[in-house]
């Protein structure tokens, strides 16, 4: 209904006479019709899954003396799934309701093992528990759009179809031609017909919200019992968490051989390769001995020699930054007086959080003030640290704003990474800025 | 000897054309992937091409594509693959159609200039060379493990060498051997492997190769 009247007044020049030809409209409007779609498709669905239902148990029931009977009801809990989603696929048409599957039926191997999941499938009698109710709500349903829809459109076509209706006397010899309520009321002048009318157009303007009031009732159940149990939506929480954390520690892991490839093991190469050459050019018995030139030598590989040891302390320092160790504070500390752009920094910390997340905080301070300083213009940041039911990590900065997670930034990295621990990133950056970026974690 | 370099690391590369100008030989090119390689092979025609294996832009094994082609394309030019792993399955690549002017070293030796030099010129004649390292790898997989246990530690030592394609003068030189002791000890590996005595060391090195990893 809020919706209805939002719009209106959002898109009307005259906002209460929107209003009024909104409502009005209303039962014509698709929502309303697909509704009633769904409403009258209820009746046949309800009796065919409670149909389904009883043939299931009863035959598998009748059967269960015999050794087909359990798979038999296996196999119609499979069915009852299958009739799940089809609920659910006409009620996101129709209604448009969203819920999301609920996990996919995985049997264990071998026949007995199928039977004994299909047995032990909550789906599955979820979804006949749902049959069953659907029932009565399904029958509800249908009942109040007739009773809505037919009676509207009987009262508001009256007077085409009263001279048809047979004659009849009253109690007191008097003649009607008319519908008849009560014991002597007939619709058979025009004050009544018109009243009549009336009732037939409020009943109208009444039909799609009393269908859509009834299916509340059929929505729930959807919900309640088609969607994914809140146990299972946390598993496939935690099972995607588990495929990016993954992931992520197997890019790192590439990350890191590439820089030693191409880095310091590439420089320790030439560093013997240039220690050879000179110890060539040392040797008192070769007509080539060359002292200047193996000094030479030697001084481009001790140059080579302290750029694969820098090489290799940035590399650790990124695999665990050793100032961790002495707490999430210090190495905050140490970040911030790194960093190019002046940083204020606070820091309230009562209790170490455990190491994982001590590290996952660290990189993601580290990363948005890199990007604070790369891409942001700022003359000034933030970096605050707090500790409540959740530690929270905030960095802002005066910079241009519009920071966003890209497809494959490093906003989108950090994102993953937060994830992993259940944890949030709240980015808040309109365009010109500030820019304020929020990381919840939990603290172990 | 007229070289090309395929080396993606500025480093090494400005490193490697140093050491051998140093040694009078002559570096026509000194590429950087390999595109580049193949272009500049074409061109000059060197007697050998030093090729690392990691190389942009996909940083796998393009090098290794790019020697394979090479060797089809040039059978006269000499093949060094240069890696800082050894990987088995490359040098069975590498092998595989011929085995004759072709090398696959681990960088590391590039530390003794001579040895590498030798390697190089080597290879530039139509010899094959093998990193001792991946020898090591292809004994301690082979499968047929029972058979070369039955050799003597001296004859084991030999049977590396070899493979790494030494002649029986430089396995005599390089063991303090007579040549006659050394041309026992690989009658006596032949023998006890199976295989049928033959000429000359690249033929010598892909039998022993092949047995080792059938």
Known sequence: MSATTSVSTSTGGLPIGGAIGQFLLTPFTRRALAELLYALISLPLALAGFVYLLAALYTSGLLLITLIGLPLLAAALLGARGLGALTRRAAAALLGLRVDAPPAFRPRAGLLGWIRSGLGDVTGWRAMAYLLLKLPVGMLAFM?????????????????????????????????????????????????????????????????????????????????????????????DLEESRAHAVDDSAARLRRIERDLHDGAQSRLVAVAMKLGMAKEKLDPDDPQADLEQARTLVDTAHRDAKEALVELRDLARGIHPPVLDTGLGSALRTLAARSTVPVELHVDLAERPSPAIETIAYFCAAELLTNVAKHSGARHATLELTQGSLLRLQVGDDGNGGARVGVAGGLAGLAERIRTVDGQLEIISPPGGPTLVTVELPHR | MRIVIAEDSAVLRDGLVALLADRRHEVVAAVADGDALRAAVAEHRPDVA???????????????????????????????????????????ELLASRSDGVGYLLKDRVADVSDFISALTRIAAGETVLDPEV???LLGASRRADALATLTPREREVLGLMAEGRSNAAIAKTLFLTDGSVEKHVTNIFAKLGLPPSEGDNRRVLAVLQYLDS
């Open chain 1, 144 to 236: 109040v759009a007739i009773a809505f829809w037919a009676y509207s459109l009987a009262g508001i076509t009256y007077a085409a179809w009263r001279p048809f209706l047979p004659g009849q006397y009253d109690t007191s010899g008097g003649w009607h031609r008319g519908a008849q309520f009560g014991e002597d009321y007939y619709v058979d002048t025009w004050p009544r017909i018109l009243a009549l009318f009336a009732a037939g157009v409020v009943l109208l303007l009444a039909a799609p919200w009393a269908v859509r009031g009834v299916l509340v009732l059929d929505r729930l159940l959807i919900e309640w019992l088609l969607g994914p149990t809140r146990s299972s939506a946390r598993v496939r």
């Open chain 2, 50 to 92: 030093v090729v690392d294996i990691r190389m942009p832009p996909t940083h796998t094994d393009e090098g290794l594509r790019a020697a394979i082609a090479l060797r089809r394309d040039h059978p006269g030019v000499g093949v060094l693959v240069f890696s800082q792993y050894v990987e088995t399955q490359y040098a069975a």
């Open chain 2, 135 to 137: 020898v090591t790898q």
